[in-house]
Nanobody, 118 residues
């Protein structure tokens, strides 16, 4: 099972970006999928998570500005980011927990850099 993240880039403060995370491979269910972010010298922090039952959890920095959604037919999750601030600049990592024949597996995708200019 692999995660493919895309959608990062450079945007001006106040702008918007949409990140995508596609889950591919053989699995029974995507228990949850979402994004964390990290800047140099800091711990990785939760941005948003979407669970298979439909619940969502947002980190404090994302509440009110970011929206996570899922297309279950495409096994893809999206993070719509709006009202971006320079402090949102970070490497964003897609993460998922899936159930496979080997049991539960936590996966990380490659990071995608988001840069917000002031």
């Amino acid at each position: 099972v692999q995660l493919q993240a895309s959608g990062g880039g450079l945007v001006q403060a106040g702008g918007s970006l949409r990140l995508s995370c596609a889950v591919s491979g053989t699995f029974f269910v995507i228990n949850y999928v979402g994004w964390f972010r990290q800047t140099p010298g800091k711990e990785r922090e939760l941005v948003a998570i979407s669970a298979s039952a439909g619940s969502t959890t947002y980190g404090d920095s994302a509440k009110g500005r970011f929206t996570i959604s899922r297309d279950n037919d495409k096994n893809t999750a999206y993070l719509q980011m709006g009202g971006l601030k320079p402090e949102d600049t970070a490497t964003y990592y897609c993460s998922a927990f899936v159930t496979t024949t080997r049991g539960g597996e936590r996966l990380w995708g490659q990071g995608t850099l988001v840069t917000v200019s002031s």
